[in-house]
């Protein structure tokens, strides 16, 4: 045995090791890992044997919780009878195709086809490609530049954090990349003007989204990214009438409009997509997270005839689509995947959503008042509160107390895990958590949010 393995902790064992993502790899140095060694229901347990309500669902992703089941067992049967296989060169497998025929049945408009690849961020850099290639298939070259807007979150691949709106997804990695524009946060609290209502806000947001288009040249604009309700950048609600004003200037200037469902989809804000909810009418569609619950890592892009037909011509010119993951539609993601789909449909989780949503909201709600929220936002399953240092004013906390950090570490010491953005506290439980579960993860949470105020003094 490697002697750097004997008699020493999983989390002695892991600073030596492991390289671990959106962590201050100093700081990780001296405080360790939190070990997590199983998981049931909405709880995951440590190596202590102490329980965490999930709050986040892992990263917004397990959506049926720990422990199901018939997850496992499709996995498994999977497993045993075609382990791998790819879908390179004409080559397919029945989960693949059952998954794309369901996906196609279940989104919310008319779309052609389906890749499926590993992550959202694979499944949105799968987008920026295919975004390029129509151009030149379509004999438009230089229609190629890509809006995103400030706040975004849409991966951490170098185009995908190009079109990632968070400084620290770019600062020190010499991002962004060239061609990426950059379109307001529809942030209604933060960046709109005294006095602006919601639907002034977004129509001036239309309209300064029209100006970028017209300044760059229509020409050279191919596509806007767009979350539903922006997760990473603090679960933002888009205002009212923002997407119908959005999509009238997309559609004036033949601009692509991706949305990004990764977070979104599968029941999160209410309907199955946020383009539902929010009556988005997209050209492609990125899937991933509750695509398999978490259980097995998988994505999928969804795109409409309107982007496949000229890749599909400029494929056959030249000879090759070229372009692909060894583990896109990996046959036992897949199947984990169908069965997730399967679980919505027959346990109605969209009716579980509306049983239980109005219990996260409205329990949220009751922190409007404490004196570190300024606001609360959210839809459905997933909500934030934004802590400010003074609620009339909206004047956010120095970053250097980390106030958000403070709170989520006080509220992992009350046994529920959260996550923080700056100083937003996201919420995004598994859809299956009922309504007691809430009541609980909300008052573990409003214990933690009172010992930071007093810390603060």
């Not at 399953?381 to 934004?386: Q, T």
Request: proline share 6%.
């Amino acid at each position: 045995m490697d002697p750097r393995h004997s008699n020493r902790t999983t989390a002695e064992r892991d600073v030596d090791s492991v390289l671990h993502p959106y962590t201050n790899l100093i700081r990780h140095r001296e405080v360790g890992p939190l070990v997590i060694t199983h998981g049931k229901g909405v709880r995951v347990f440590d190596e202590q044997g102490h329980d965490y309500i999930e709050g986040l669902a892992g990263l917004w992703c397990t959506s049926l919780g720990w422990g199901e089941e018939r997850l496992v067992e499709a996995a498994s049967a999977q497993m045993r009878k075609l382990p791998f296989y790819h879908l390179f060169s004409h080559k397919t497998h029945d989960p693949a195709v059952e998954l794309c025929d369901r996906l196609l049945g279940l989104v919310p408009v008319p779309m052609s086809k389906v890749f499926l690849a590993g992550s959202g961020s694979e499944a949105n850099d799968t987008a920026i490609k295919l975004i390029h290639y129509r151009a030149n298939a379509m004999g438009q070259p230089n229609k190629k530049k890509i809006i995103a807007r400030d706040k975004a979150y849409h991966g951490v691949t170098v185009a995908t954090a190009s079109l990632t709106g968070l400084v620290n997804n770019q600062r020190s990695f010499d991002l962004p990349i060239p061609g990426v524009l950059r379109a307001g946060c529809p942030h209604h609290y933060r960046f709109g003007h005294a006095g602006e209502s919601e639907e002034q806000f977004s129509t001036r947001l239309a309209e300064e989204l029209e100006a970028l288009i017209l300044a760059e040249g229509p020409d050279t604009v191919a596509a806007f990214f767009a979350e539903p309700v922006m997760g990473a950048g603090g679960v933002i609600v888009p205002p009212a009438g923002y997407f119908p004003k959005i999509q009238a200037v997309l559609d004036k200037y033949d601009v692509l409009l991706v949305a990004d469902e990764v977070i979104c989809g599968f029941g999160r804000t209410g309907r199955m997509f946020g383009t539902e909810t929010f009556g988005i009418r997209p050209d492609m569609m990125t899937l991933a997270k509750g695509l398999s619950s978490g259980y097995a890592p998988i994505s999928a892009l969804v795109v409409n005839e309107r982007v496949y037909g000229p890749v599909a011509e400029e494929s056959g010119r030249i000879g090759v689509f070229g372009h692909g993951y060894t583990y896109g539609g990996h046959p036992v993601s897949a199947a984990v995947a169908v069965e997730t789909l399967k679980i919505y449909e027959e346990r109605d989780i969209l009716a579980q959503v509306a049983t239980v949503a109005p219990v996260l909201q409205q329990g949220l709600a009751g922190f409007r008042d404490h004196p570190l929220v300024g606001e609360v936002r959210g839809i459905g399953l997933i909500g934030a509160a934004e802590l400010v240092a003074d609620k009339a004013a909206k004047t956010p906390f120095d970053p250097k107390l980390a106030v958000g950090a403070m709170v989520v570490a006080k509220a992992q010491g009350h046994g529920v895990i959260l996550r923080a953005m700056g100083d937003t506290i996201a919420f995004s439980p598994p859809l299956v958590i009922s309504a007691g579960e809430i009541g609980e993860l909300l008052e573990r949470f409003g214990r933690a949010l009172d010992e930071a105020q007093g810390a603060l003094g």
